[in-house]
């Protein structure tokens, strides 16, 4: 892999399946009570600017259970919080840990502490993308499935960081995606332009979730407000109104279709309680497959680092 995990623009069909086949291995690993073949002792730096359960806990428990430590770091704990360029926080921390992770606003932001890191730089999450949240996706994907290409992946409602993601992701993977999003929600242009650039899948934007849900093997949604966009919440709701995934969705989907959802989940609003529930064994799966692809991943940035 390359030092970094940025975003999934960045990565190739074949470092996504390395990561995942790994995954696969540490996964088994954990679940017979072997050990992982991992340097002790290796430190993770863990920056929140962006609160979250599930990054925190999978990321710091992944690293504990790879014979290293995790430093959580929020802003009230940071310099980055009272204003230290970004650049200077990153030189401070490489002399420091043998890996960063940061869950924060600014794309740029991760780059720029990934461009003045001497060690890996890990995007838990920024408004333009979340690569380990699909990552863990395409892993539970494959669970199920036992393969990905062919398959078709539906995406309904904002297209936010996990849309960008989704639509990369399972494209270099060799999967059709058909994304439906009100005509002021859609996915970044330059997921769009990569995905026009798509020569082996197909792919489809449209405001309409049926004519994106027909015949799909696995839907993802998300919420319609993410973290920071509260102020907007009525008037997202309204855009939204006709983006949930319900009964009539999951009838035009194929047989089989599974649901994905990165949660928390506002049952009522992008997903039905009824699909929820019928889909709770999936969506708890991706939950659980976080830790797995996360620790992944730091296996392979970390080991040899």
Known sequence: MKKDLLKLLDVSTEEIIQILDTADKLKAERKAGMSHDFPAGKTLAMIFSK?????RVSFETGIYQ?????????????????????????????????CIMIRTYEQDEVEELAEYSTVPVINGLTDFAHPCQ??????????????????????????????????????????????ASPGDYRPDMRVLDFAAGATDCNFLLTDSPAAAAENADVIF?????????EDEAERRRKAFSGYQVN???????????????CLPAHKGEEITEK????HAREIFDEAENRLHAQKAIMYLLMKNS
Request: hydrophobic share 40%; aromatic share 6%.
């Open 51 to 55: 609160s979250s359960t599930r990054t």
């Open 275 to 278: 699909v929820f529930e019928e």
């Open 247 to 261: 009964d009539e969705i999951m009838a035009l989907a194929a047989t089989g279709c599974i649901v994905q959802h």
């Open 134 to 179: 699909v990552l863990s996706d395409l892993m539970t994907i494959r669970e199920y499935k036992k393969n990905l290409k062919g398959l078709k992946a539906c995406f309904i409602g904002d297209g936010n960081n996990v849309a960008n993601s989704m639509i990369v992701g399972c494209l270099k993977c060799g999967m059709d995606v058909s994304v």
């Open 221 to 229: 949604t998300d919420v319609w407000a993410s973290m920071g966009q």
């Open 66 to 98: 790879l014979g290293g430590l995790g430093v959580f770091l929020s802003n009230a704990d940071s310099q980055l919080g009272r204003g230290e360029p970004v650049k200077d926080t990153a030189r401070v921390l490489s002399r420091y840990c043998d």
